[in-house]
């Protein structure tokens, strides 16, 4: 027996166990199972998808849906293997809170013998991720394999085609094909879940969706990514290069499988864009995210900051501003005593400005097995309990089409790093364009045990200078720094970094 034409039978005897009387049942769109009845004798006939005719039986106490909730996770890896482990441990607890058991029945990765500390020998085996999404024996569907396309979409998109109910983790794909799937969602009734793509194991999707639904948000700003947090403080903590606490991070299962996207920044605009569509109510747009990243980082960076007073952070910031909204990704000076600079290691931290609630912080672990798939399971209960939300806190056809706002100059002190070639004239030469520019330098550093000596390709030696600049325009900046590098002055490509005062 198929799986509508079991389920339609469910419903006729639901239906009929309670006297009422079924109008008219039928397959109206292709591969999505609605159903048109009367609940009851005498009411308006109701159109309604296979989840919330379930939905409804559940709020009715029909007993079936007191059976087990099936679950397939396709990606074993640290999230997936996590979540399979927490699931079959902790199975009673859940099922006490839930009032129904939650169970993994099915499993999708690439290597079926491959020991992940987790038994999964009892459990039926895909090596198709969306052979399992579409899978009979399963009532929903957790994609944890990553990407934001590939075999990731397309099981999430085919489980929410035929209705089942989603629990993903994956910001690339939300960033991506959000309002897509979102949309694919509300089409077909199933739910689609994503609190684990947001700062691992804080609970900001549901704060954003539900707890300040009605908020008016005017900026959201914070740390997104917790193995550049985790890099940027053991470097400052530890003095450990960037590649080793890389490797560290990669090891502790913070990093995503390919690590250019924390180091460069996108994680982080992935996760931005997600919020800020859930704050300001726009079309997702991560590709109007201006993006830069941490790799560029070095310890003298990091030892200059300290000694001025402020510590690096990688902050993704998005604002609501006349004339639409201004999002980007960069490392920032940010002064040691505010609160997102207490922030450390894999620590994420989301700043809130709303306009009753005025200024929220969430903090915790951004990134990580275990607070990921809390967050993973805290969706999965939710589905289980049949709550309802639009997946992007308002139905997709009513979000606004990106406006994106003119790119404000920044405008503020600025930490500017650069390789002077050791030669007379050099460091007058780059006071002047600044002048020119009309820049003021509060401060230059050229402290010799942390100047590393580089050498120029006509051979000569240069020397590492640190300006910070009073308030000024980027564009002043990038302007004098690029007549500095056509005087011919400096060694390689300066860097600059915003200082903020939060
Ligand atoms: N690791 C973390 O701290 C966090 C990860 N995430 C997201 O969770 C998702 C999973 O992340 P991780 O577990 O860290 O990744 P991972 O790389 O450790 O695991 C990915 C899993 O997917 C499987 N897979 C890959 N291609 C497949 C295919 N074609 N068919 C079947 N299985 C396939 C792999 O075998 C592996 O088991 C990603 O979207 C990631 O961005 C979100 C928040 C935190
Ligand atoms: N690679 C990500 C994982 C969580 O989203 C991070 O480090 O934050």
Not at 475 to 486: G, H, K, M, W
Request: glycine fraction near 10%.
């Amino acid at each position: 027996m198929s799986d509508i034409q079991s389920f339609r039978q469910a419903v006729e005897s639901f239906i009929s166990a309670r006297g009422w009387t079924p109008t008219r049942f039928g397959r109206i769109v292709a591969g999505d199972p609605l159903f048109v009845f009367d609940l009851r004798e005498g009411r308006e006939p109701r159109s309604e998808t296979r989840t919330r005719i379930l939905k409804a039986m559940a709020e009715l106490g029909d007993t079936d849906t007191q059976a087990p909730l099936r679950v397939g996770v396709a990606g074993l890896g640290n999230v997936g293997a996590t979540l399979v482990r927490i699931l079959q441990k902790d199975s009673a607890e859940l099922t006490r809170k839930l009032g129904r058991q939650l169970e993994v029945v099915a499993v999708a990765a690439r290597s079926r013998s491959r020991d992940r500390g987790i038994d999964i020998s009892g459990l039926e085996w895909f090596d198709d991720p969306v052979a399992l999404a579409k899978w009979d024996g399963i009532d929903l569907f957790v994609e944890l394999i990553g990407g934001e396309d590939g075999p990731a979409f397309a099981s999430v998109k085919a489980a929410l085609e035929i209705g089942r109910p989603v629990v993903t983790a994956n910001k690339a794909l939300l960033a991506k094909h959000g309002v897509t799937l979102a949309h694919l969602a509300e089409e077909s009734g199933a739910q689609l879940g994503f609190e684990a793509a947001v700062a691992g194991g804080i609970p900001v999707i549901k704060t954003l969706r539900e707890g300040l639904g009605t908020a008016r948000i005017a900026k959201v700003f914070g740390i997104m990514n917790g193995t550049c947090n985790y890099i940027l403080t053991r470097m400052g903590n530890e003095g450990i290069s960037f590649a080793d606490c890389l490797k560290d991070a990669q090891a502790l299962g913070y990093a995503e499988a390919d690590p250019t996207f924390d180091v460069e920044g996108f994680d982080t605009a992935h996760k931005l864009s997600i919020l800020s569509t859930l704050c300001f109510g726009y079309e997702i747009a991560p590709e109007k995210i201006r993006v830069e990243g941490v790799s560029s980082i070095t310890q003298h960076d990091i030892q200059v900051a300290a000694e001025l007073g402020y510590k690096i952070k990688l902050l993704g910031i998005a604002e609501r501003t006349e004339s639409g909204i201004e999002q980007r990704v960069h490392p920032t000076f940010v002064p040691k005593g505010s609160a997102i600079a207490g922030v450390d290691g894999v620590m994420n931290a989301i700043a809130l400005e709303t306009d009753h609630v005025h200024e929220l912080l969430l903090a915790g672990p951004g990134a990580g097995g275990p607070p990921t798939a809390s967050s993973v399971l805290s969706d999965i209960l939710d589905i289980a309990r049949g709550t309802r939300v639009p997946p992007l806190g308002v139905p997709s056809a009513e979000l606004l089409p990106y406006r994106e706002a003119p790119h404000r100059a920044h405008e503020g002190g600025f930490y500017i790093r650069l390789s002077a070639k050791d030669v007379p004239g050099a460091l007058a030469a780059i006071a002047t364009r600044m002048g020119e520019k009309s820049i003021s330098i509060d401060s230059v550093i050229q402290r010799s045990d942390l100047s590393a000596k580089a050498i120029a390709p006509d051979g000569s030696p240069a020397r590492t200078v640190v300006m910070i600049t009073q308030q000024t325009l980027e564009s002043s900046v990038r302007e004098a720094l690029a007549q500095i590098a056509d005087d011919g002055f400096i060694v390689g490509e300066p860097q600059l970094i915003r200082i903020e005062k939060l």
